[in-house]
């Protein structure tokens, strides 16, 4: 029973490792979409741009926060967003009931607006709003390198977890098979046993005769 439960703690945790994966992967791409936003941003705070060029860096602007905004509404996982909402998750990785042999994993929304508040209708259209827009992204930067920090460390601690329990439950295994040997090996020595009484008995009888008619 033991060893099933743990195959199942293991299983868990290795689900939350392949959803932890996908929350990764999406934020790899959104990341370097962050300093794309703080690049432009930087550029069209430039006092000596034109109005037309602020404005061409304005539209590249909108299309790498819709791309950002477009990853973090698909990262899913079995059907689950994950990105696009701030999600928590409790996962058990003990065998026990204490409280340490589980923790929660948070994962923050990590659409343009969350990861900086205002960024996401923020443009470049005028010097004032690109130096505004440029704060933004340096915040949505710090934002973004935060969550990558975090999901790394919950993948981390959830591998030593699982192999910790994988270990366990091998020990535990080999533990079963060994009582059921020496539950095995109890009952044959039983059964010789039985076996080996009449026939000491048989001999002793025999002696006994041969004693009385020597008699």
Do not use: C, W
Request: proline content about 1%; charged content about 20%; aromatic content about 4%.
């Amino acid at each position: 029973i033991q060893s099933e439960a743990l195959k199942a703690v293991v299983a868990n945790a290795r689900q939350v490792i392949a959803l932890l994966q996908v929350a990764q992967a999406a934020l790899k791409l959104i990341d370097p979409l962050v300093d794309e936003l703080q690049s432009l941003a930087a550029q069209a705070a430039d006092s000596a741009l034109s109005d037309h060029e602020r404005a061409v860096l304005d539209f590249q602007f909108k299309e790498k926060r819709d791309e950002i905004d477009a990853i973090a509404n698909d990262a899913n996982f079995q059907g689950q967003q994950l990105l696009a909402t701030d999600r928590t998750f409790s996962v058990k990785v003990g065998s026990g009931i204490d409280s340490d042999d589980s923790f929660s994993i948070t994962l923050l929304s990590s659409l343009s607006g969350s990861l900086a508040t205002g960024i996401d209708t923020a443009s470049l259209d005028s010097l004032a709003n690109a130096q505004s827009a440029q704060t933004l992204a340096q915040t949505g930067q710090t934002a973004i390198s935060d969550r990558l920090a975090t999901v790394s460390g919950n993948l981390k601690r959830l591998g030593y977890a699982t192999q910790n329990l994988s270990s366990e439950r091998a020990s535990t295994l080999e533990l079963a098979e060994a009582r059921q040997l020496a539950m095995r090996v109890s009952d044959e020595l039983v059964v010789s046993v039985k076996f080996a009484i009449p026939d000491q008995v048989s001999a002793l009888v025999s002696n006994f005769r041969i004693i009385s008619l020597v008699a």
